[in-house]
């Protein structure tokens, strides 16, 4: 199951292909026929890989992320290496221009990001090329400062990027929290302790004011370990420093294949989630250490938001299972828990209407998106400023098919 959980607004992605149409056979079925999960009937544990697309027809998506800015606007990457977009264009986040002086710009259909072609991964705003390079758009527009990137980085900015098996690149005015706190000027690389590979890396929050000091930079390596550096609220560990712990250690989680962040850390391990940290340390408690998270099923990736303060104490969660099933939980007052009601999810409820195994699911804070297996791209929730991509803007408590150009 792939899981994802909104604790603020953060920026992810991953896409996987099969252009030969063969893929793992799933069953979207309840899960609940298949009984208890492996680890609630003391069950060794067998990580299964996440569901990759099968292309049969045109237009055909093989990534999909959300904007960290605008908090409404979806982005999607196409089997021929286009970029297309739809929702809130704050700052250009959807790669159109911005007219001055003019209401919000809102784009209720998706269209494609002027200038980008040939891409092959997607976050946020940034694409990585085939030629190992970065080109942005929105914030921060224009290509990145170095080359030979082998995955892009998952953070509130997305100007960095792993660039060797142990090291990673910001680019110039990005922050990098725990490490030193200050503005990169100009690029700067590091690296991680010696170890397993790199697999995946965030870097936490950068604001024009300056560092949040609520950040901490993630690293993911290839063998499931997790090292965390930054502030205390966010590293998912004992530390006697305060309120930043500048050394990278490990997290107590043991076989992590993913993680997401948004206003908390989620983490995928051994197939259950685990979520801790949270900004808004002045309203909500926050876990500081990571906090399981009970699903139906095992689970294959996550996405977080958090705690929505206009929806209460309740962390938004999304998630997608071994069965290739999506669920949701927390507020749910325009439908983004995808239940068909708009009742609060207390606990992770099954989206409804999805009939394929889904890929990926981002959730933003109030509406929902799923890749699945087929390419297509569904989303649910608020349709304020077009954030479903079907050309309206009221709420859909149901998966909607967007229309991708």
Not at 34 to 49: H, M
Not at 66 to 75: E, K, N
Not at 307 to 325: D, K, Q, V, Y
Request: glycine share 12%.
């Amino acid at each position: 199951m792939a899981f994802a959980s909104s604790c603020g607004d953060a920026s992810t992605v991953r896409f996987a292909v099969d252009d030969a149409g063969a893929s793992d056979p799933a069953d979207v079925g309840d899960p609940s026929d298949a009984g208890a999960s492996p680890s609630e009937a003391g069950q060794p544990y067998v990580q299964r890989s996440p569901f990759r697309v099968k292309c049969k027809e045109k237009p055909c998506a093989i990534g999909l992320s959300a904007d960290s800015i605008a908090g409404s606007a979806f982005c999607a990457l196409l089997d021929d290496g286009r970029v297309a977009c739809w929702g809130s264009n704050i700052e250009g986040v959807l790669g159109r221009p911005v007219h001055d002086g003019g209401p919000l710009d809102e784009i209720g259909l998706p269209e494609f990001v002027e200038g980008v072609s040939g891409a092959v991964a997607l976050a946020s705003t940034c694409v990585l090329l085939a030629d190992g390079t970065v080109q942005c758009w929105g914030p921060g527009a224009g290509p990145l400062p170095f080359a030979g990137v082998t995955r892009l980085s998952k953070g509130y900015t997305n100007r960095c990027a792993v660039v060797g098996p142990l090291e990673w690149s910001c680019a110039e005015g990005v922050y990098a929290p725990g490490l030193d706190g200050g503005a990169l000027y100009p690029e700067r690389s590091f690296q991680a302790p010696p170890g397993s590979p790199l697999r995946e890396v965030f870097v936490g929050n950068v604001v024009r004011t300056g560092w949040l000091a609520s950040d901490a930079t993630l690293l993911l390596r290839e063998d499931g370990t997790l090292l965390s550096s930054g502030s205390r609220n966010f590293i998912g560990r004992e530390t006697s420093l305060s309120p930043v712990d500048p050394h990278f250690d490990a997290v107590a989680l043991a076989n992590v294949t993913d993680i997401d962040v948004g206003d908390c850390v989620c983490a995928i391990a051994a197939g259950e989630a685990y979520c801790w940290g949270s900004r808004n340390t002045a309203v909500y408690p926050v876990d500081a250490l990571p906090r399981h998270v009970g699903f139906p099923e095992p689970l294959l990736r996550v996405s977080a938001v958090g705690f929505i303060p206009s929806e209460g104490a309740f962390r938004r969660l999304c998630a997608i299972g071994a069965s290739g099933a999506v669920y949701c939980s927390g507020p749910n007052s325009a439908g983004q828990a995808g239940d068909g009601t708009r009742a609060t999810a207390f606990v992770p409820v099954r989206v409804k209407g999805l009939n394929e195994p889904a890929v990926d699911v981002v959730a933003a804070r109030s509406s929902t998106c799923a890749l699945v297996e087929s390419g297509k791209i569904y989303c649910w929730g608020s349709g304020v400023a077009g954030a479903l991509g079907n050309g309206y803007a009221k709420d859909e408590l149901t998966p909607m098919l967007v229309n991708l150009p």
